[in-house]
């Protein structure tokens, strides 16, 4: 407590998620007050043919243009 | 904003999942008012031993009857 | 089943809220095949100071300019 | 309705989540009267380096110590 | 860790929810091994004209019927 | 997108939720090289008779000790 969680498409290397997890934990610990190892952080990473933006999901606005 | 998320056990095709997020993004638009680039939509899919009814998988609810 | 949330800021009527969830409803019963009666939608309304985009909440951002 | 989300990381066997959501789904009957039918439970299952605590990835609080 | 999230209707008692809390901690600890302090339970309130089933929100199901 | 969502217990200031939203939106940016405007953050506040650790409501566990 508190829990965070990051809904993101897929791609992010393990690096990438590792420096998020460990910000975000920070920013809680620094405003909220709450102890390091009381927060939680999960991403729930998406693959692009399930999220849309504008109704089109993110696999079909990447397809190749020609 | 909004963000849809729509938790559905697996099972459909791309194709529906396409025509799904167009329309649903199209009522948020139509109803609430959103330009239709700040419309999210997730699909949100589940394996059917993680997911139950009156307290039954999904996947021992479809074994086999004999 | 299946379920869907509808994350959005507070300001809307019920009136658009009633058209929303049938709109949405039968986007899911016409394309996943559901039964009417399976499909389960909730609207998760938001204050303006509990929902931020680009690092500034919608509460500020509405703060008069003069 | 009611639903009910465990988020939980990867780790668990088949049976463990058939006796855990056989039991809430009693939980909720008991304690909040809905019919069994009505009740949905779904296991959101994350991959060890996709949560963290104390804002270290679960991948990296299990690495080998030497 | 693991973390529960329960979404229900508003017009339960408190009593009802202590005894909720309890019991779906306990199937947690029973079946997935959780140490008792690591489960969080959530349980998520919504006011009757912001769920819907079968596409009619709940405020308007409960409609007296003359 | 991404979205991160903030569970917690109600009780913090203003201050500090526009804060943390602040930061936790500079994390994403700068480990997930998203636009700042395509970052939303939500904090999603419980009352402490709906959040429960170790099986005991926090309104319970907060009860004064005589």
Redesign the interface.
Known sequence: ?????????EG?T?D?????????????V???GSP??A????????PK?????????FS?REAPRT
């Open positions: 407590m508190p829990e965070v969680y990051v809904h993101a498409v992010r393990l990438q998620k590792r420096d998020l997890v460990r910000d975000i934990t920070a920013a809680v620094a405003h909220f390091p190892e927060v939680m952080v999960q991403i729930v990473e998406s043919h399930h999220k849309a933006k504008g109704g089109v999901l079909d």
